[in-house]
């Protein structure tokens, strides 16, 4: 414990204080006055990856000539009824919750797509009540069917009931919008505008429904084509926008949209404004210090698309460096209270390894580790740096003495589990990643999300304990409260 409190003490004063210094001064923008418009994405998985996979927003933002805003409230597993939403009290609590986030940001769009996971009779209901409340705000709202599940041919999956589930929820959104007859409400059929191309040779899914890189870049070229009537030439060429700039505007948006995660779905929300506020209420006050960075970040996209200097942030002084020295291996060994017969080893010891959360050996006999510095949760402005090390014992004297750093991008790793491949599944955050090593150098260079939508209302109780099970069936736990 001694020297856990002590590594991670360092930890923050070196990486992440300063950091938190930035978000404490008061940083202009590069906009004149407040943005015209004001995008709301409103959905499932497909909406909530997209602020990954932003492509998009990217085509959104370089059609607009106007200044512009764009959040993601996007929520894996979520339907109509915003029941993927609510911590303790289901669809009532989360509808409250998007009310009250709609109230906040005050949107001039809304763009929504549901339809994707929830049967017909539950669906209709649920998405006429969530008109109700879109409606009351003088929005404009664009509503998008949920695009079609991708046959793959080598998988023996059937996405006949998923498309036709989909299909009947498409049917639905449209008798809806247009029984309404408001100028303001609009239905684009993505459903039907999706399906030729999930029909090629090119396979633009990893699971028939989970859209990859390329799936998500297809899709939104057709949803903006629809939205704003123009191709993607269109979109590009008068601007002379080369893959490069795009890709640049897209890692701006991303590190916007994240700072908008953060502050819309903070880790460890039980401590910061729930019911055991009492314990770290007090840390709760960091939620609204991202608005500053996030305004930041909408400045610096901004300007790379007008080509405007940003202006000059007040200089961060460097920090206090702190030197200490964790406690000895043999400290740490006479702490243990060890039953007849048993008996403890050192494999591995800081300096090699801080903060361990979750650990697995391989049939190769290294160990895999989670490690987090930035738990309980991340402070405003700080990267998610956590990682996963593999740790070897290569001159067979029980010691560890090689490190490879497998990752280093992840956010609370509560969980890991290395595969006959060469790579590892990971529970980070909100979802279970599967991370690959296609290059042999030991370093992940591909992230799939397997699944999405795990609870992070309590760092205490999020996704764990990731092993295999006699079936070869990746088993792992989610904790709730009882």
């Given at each position: 414990?001694?020297?856990f409190?002590?590594?991670?003490?360092?930890?923050?004063?070196?990486?992440?204080?300063?950091?938190?210094?930035?978000?404490?001064?008061?940083?202009?923008?590069?906009?004149d006055?407040?943005?015209?418009?004001?995008?709301?994405?409103?959905?499932?998985e497909?909406?909530e990856?997209?602020?990954?996979?932003?492509?998009?927003?990217?085509?959104?933002t370089l059609?607009?000539?106007q200044?512009?805003?764009y959040r993601?409230?996007?929520?894996?597993?979520?339907t109509p009824?915003c029941v993927?939403?609510?911590y303790?009290?289901?669809?009532?609590?989360?509808?409250?919750?998007?009310?009250?986030?709609?109230?906040?940001?005050?949107?001039?769009?809304?763009?929504?797509?549901?339809?994707?996971?929830?049967?017909?009779?539950?669906?209709?209901?649920?998405?006429?009540?969530?008109?109700?409340?879109?409606?009351?705000?003088?929005a404009k709202?664009t509503?998008?069917?949920?695009?079609?599940?991708?046959?793959i041919?080598?998988?023996?999956?059937?996405?006949?009931?998923?498309?036709?589930?989909?299909r009947?929820?498409?049917?639905?959104?449209?008798?809806m919008?247009?029984d309404?007859?408001?100028d303001?409400l609009?239905f684009?059929?993505?459903y039907?505008?999706?399906?030729p191309?999930?029909?090629?040779s090119?396979?633009?899914?990893?699971?028939t429904?989970?859209f990859?890189?390329?799936?998500?870049?297809?899709v939104?070229?057709?949803m903006?084509?629809?939205l704003?009537?123009k191709?993607?030439?269109?979109?590009?060429?008068?601007d002379g926008?080369?893959e490069?700039?795009?890709?640049?505007?897209r890692?701006?948006?991303?590190i916007?949209?994240?700072?908008?995660f953060?502050?819309?779905?903070?880790?460890?929300?039980?401590?910061?404004?729930?019911?055991?506020?009492?314990?770290?209420?007090?840390n709760?006050?960091?939620i609204?210090?991202?608005?500053q960075?996030?305004?930041?970040?909408?400045?610096?996209?901004?300007?790379l698309?007008?080509?405007?200097s940003?202006?000059?942030?007040?200089?961060?002084?460097?920090?206090?460096?702190?030197?200490f020295?964790?406690?000895?291996?043999?400290?740490?060994?006479?702490?243990?209270?060890?039953?007849?017969?048993?008996?403890i080893?050192l494999?591995?010891?800081?300096?090699?390894?801080?903060?361990?959360i979750?650990?697995n050996?391989?049939?190769l006999?290294?160990?895999?580790?989670?490690?987090?510095?930035?738990?309980?949760?991340?402070l405003?402005?700080?990267k998610a740096?956590?990682?996963i090390?593999?740790?070897?014992?290569?001159d067979?004297?029980?010691?560890?003495d090689?490190?490879?750093?497998?990752?280093?991008?992840?956010?609370?790793?509560t969980?890991?589990?290395?595969?006959?491949?060469g790579?590892a599944?990971?529970?980070?955050?909100?979802?279970?990643?599967?991370?690959q090593?296609?290059?042999g150098?030991?370093?992940?260079d591909?992230?799939?999300?397997?699944?999405?939508?795990?609870?992070t209302e309590d760092?205490?109780?999020?996704l764990?304990?990731?092993?295999w099970?006699?079936?070869?069936?990746?088993?792992?736990?989610q904790?709730?409260?009882?």
């Amino acid at each position: 414990m001694k020297s856990f409190l002590i590594l991670w003490l360092a930890f923050f004063i070196t990486n992440l204080l300063p950091q938190w210094v930035l978000c404490q001064t008061e940083i202009p923008s590069v906009s004149d006055g407040p943005p015209e418009m004001r995008y709301v994405f409103i959905g499932s998985e497909f909406i909530e990856q997209q602020i990954k996979h932003n492509f998009f927003e990217a085509y959104l933002t370089l059609a607009s000539d106007q200044q512009f805003e764009y959040r993601n409230l996007g929520w894996a597993g979520d339907t109509p009824s915003c029941v993927a939403r609510g911590y303790f009290n289901g669809a009532k609590e989360g509808f409250v919750r998007l009310k009250e986030e709609l109230e906040r940001l005050n949107p001039t769009h809304i763009l929504v797509c549901y339809g994707g996971n929830a049967p017909p009779n539950e669906f209709e209901p649920d998405f006429e009540q969530l008109l109700d409340l879109l409606q009351s705000y003088p929005a404009k709202i664009t509503c998008f069917s949920h695009p079609a599940a991708e046959h793959i041919s080598n998988r023996a999956i059937d996405v006949n009931p998923m498309n036709q589930m989909r299909r009947a929820n498409a049917r639905i959104m449209n008798r809806m919008i247009a029984d309404r007859s408001n100028d303001r409400l609009r239905f684009i059929d993505l459903y039907q505008l999706s399906k030729p191309i999930l029909e090629t040779s090119q396979l633009l899914t990893h699971d028939t429904i989970r859209f990859n890189e390329q799936g998500y870049k297809a899709v939104s070229e057709i949803m903006v084509k629809e939205l704003v009537e123009k191709t993607i030439d269109q979109i590009l060429d008068p601007d002379g926008v080369d893959e490069k700039k795009l890709a640049e505007i897209r890692q701006r948006l991303k590190i916007k949209n994240e700072l908008y995660f953060h502050r819309y779905r903070p880790q460890n929300e039980t401590y910061l404004r729930g019911f055991r506020k009492h314990e770290q209420g007090q840390n709760a006050k960091e939620i609204v210090q991202f608005d500053q960075l996030i305004d930041r970040a909408e400045s610096s996209i901004w300007s790379l698309i007008t080509n405007k200097s940003m202006p000059i942030v007040i200089p961060v002084p460097d920090p206090v460096k702190l030197s200490f020295e964790a406690a000895s291996v043999e400290e740490e060994l006479q702490s243990f209270n060890l039953d007849d017969g048993l008996k403890i080893e050192l494999f591995a010891s800081e300096p090699l390894v801080a903060n361990p959360i979750h650990m697995n050996f391989d049939s190769l006999g290294r160990l895999w580790v989670a490690t987090s510095p930035i738990y309980p949760q991340i402070l405003p402005g700080a990267k998610a740096t956590d990682e996963i090390l593999i740790l070897e014992d290569t001159d067979g004297d029980g010691l560890a003495d090689k490190k490879t750093v497998f990752a280093d991008d992840l956010l609370i790793p509560t969980a890991v589990l290395p595969d006959e491949k060469g790579g590892a599944f990971v529970a980070n955050s909100t979802e279970l990643l599967h991370l690959q090593d296609t290059n042999g150098d030991g370093k992940a260079d591909q992230k799939r999300v397997v699944l999405a939508g795990f609870g992070t209302e309590d760092t205490h109780h999020i996704l764990h304990t990731f092993r295999w099970g006699p079936d070869a069936a990746l088993y792992f736990n989610q904790s709730i409260y009882i």
